[in-house]
């Protein structure tokens, strides 16, 4: 919801700088498309552009693909591993990658599906770590007594 937010307030901040009417309409719009995989806000903008361009307005379609492309279209790389990344205690990179690989294999489920699976994968190694470290402790601690003994 809040990638949401922030990509229908930039695709409304451009354009308002663009000069295009229904801002705020525009701009919600954009946030309700996010529930789109793989198009969502892009589909909102990249038609304005086209409408730009049907309008002859060719320094303003340039700017709003432009900005479209590299600004709102990147946002989501930004915030989502910020958001999804906070409540498992992940790694921005492994967030990100999860976040990614979940889609891909589970469609918009895995926005969630997959940061959940990287972090039980990551609790498990950390489990196996300590479990394996206790174990060799305690090898050494009943080991070395019984050395000291046979000699």
Known sequence: ?????????L???IFKVLGISSVVFWGATMALALVLPVVGAALIWALAALVLILGGAWDKQLILLAYGALIISRSNNIIRPRLVGRSTQLPDYVTLFATFGGITSFGISGIVIGPVIAALVIIGWQINTETAAQTDESRRTTVAPARENAS
């Open 1 to 9: 919801m809040v990638v949401g937010l922030v990509k229908g307030a």
């Open 11 to 13: 695709g409304a901040a």
